[in-house]
């Protein structure tokens, strides 16, 4: 009997309350980070293109791309190399998982790749020659 109780006290203490840590849990991931242009990933080629959120694509706003569909936080974007940081707004979905060339056939795994940031974005903390950096993401908004 004595086990018995022990173990309903255990199972009872370890489920959380919904008064005790209500506040919510911080969104911080490690991955890859590349930038997107107009040109590079939409067809019409042109600054003015819609997207997923239905926001016009501005090379020159600080942007992002990512695979959840919580448009319209923010997060703070660091790369690892450097220590500097940019906030960006989400507004996009991407990157893609996996991306062939059309060129030459190849096919490329894109799945360390966690965000996907705007020129403008990229250009805070990086060198556009470089392509492709590691960073940190955290959430710096709740709405």
């Not at 006290?9 to 890859?32: D, K, Q, T, V, Y």
């Not at 293109?49 to 600080?62: I, M, N, P, W, Y």
């Not at 923010?74 to 991306?99: E, M, Q």
Request: proline letters at 3%; charged letters at 25%; one cysteine or more.
């Amino acid at each position: 009997m004595r086990r018995v109780s022990l173990c309903f006290l255990l199972l009872f203490l370890s489920i959380p309350s919904p008064h005790i840590n209500s506040a919510p849990a911080s969104f911080m991931i490690f991955g890859e980070a590349a930038w997107y242009s107009s040109q590079s990933c939409r067809r019409e080629g042109t600054s003015g293109v819609r997207t997923a959120s239905g926001e016009l694509f501005k090379e020159k706003a600080l942007t992002c791309a990512m695979r959840s569909r919580d448009f319209g936080k923010f997060y703070r974007v660091t790369n690892l190399k450097n220590g500097k940081t940019v906030i960006v707004k989400h507004n996009d979905f991407g990157p893609a998982r996996k991306w062939t060339d059309p060129k030459t056939g190849i096919t490329h795994n894109l799945s360390r790749r966690v965000i996907d940031l705007s020129k403008a974005a990229f250009q805070k903390i990086a060198d556009t020659r470089q392509g492709v950096i590691r960073v940190k993401v955290e959430r710096v908004s709740r709405s």
